[in-house]
């Protein structure tokens, strides 16, 4: 599978930005789709994913309430809306596919998009 990131950018601490990814290749039908990150000098950590049927979202504590992740079957697409952005959220963002929503290892990763929050 081809997954293909978009929405990165710069964007003000208290502002927001939207990621998208587009999967293509194959069905990911009964599969999850969404995010990990990595900040500068640490390693990848879970940021939210949900099952390719929207159900069951799953967010990290880091940003629940902040966050919001949704899946367009149509399109093959997974969004994820971030709002009250932090410094502490600057990071790249991996487009990710995995067996079953958890905040487990994925199976498939994509290109990265960088984000980053001025304070």
């Known amino acids: 599978v081809q997954l293909q990131a978009s929405g990165g950018g710069l964007a003000q601490a208290g502002g927001s930005l939207r990621l998208s990814c587009e999967a293509s290749?194959?069905?990911?039908?009964?599969?999850?789709m969404g995010w990990f990150r990595q900040a500068p000098g640490m390693g990848r950590e879970f940021v939210a994913t949900?099952?390719?049927?929207?159900?069951?979202?799953v967010y990290a504590a880091s940003v629940k309430g902040r966050f919001t992740i949704s899946i367009d079957n149509a399109k093959n697409t997974v969004y994820l809306e971030m709002r009250s952005l932090k410094p502490e959220d600057t990071a790249v963002y991996y487009c990710?596919?995995?067996?079953?929503?958890?905040?487990?290892?994925?199976?498939?990763w994509g290109q990265g998009t960088l984000v980053t929050v001025s304070s």
């Open positions: 990710i596919v995995q067996r079953e929503a958890t905040t487990g290892w994925p199976e498939e």
């Open positions: 290749g194959r069905s990911l039908n009964y599969y999850a």
């Open positions: 949900i099952l390719s049927s929207g159900n069951r979202p």
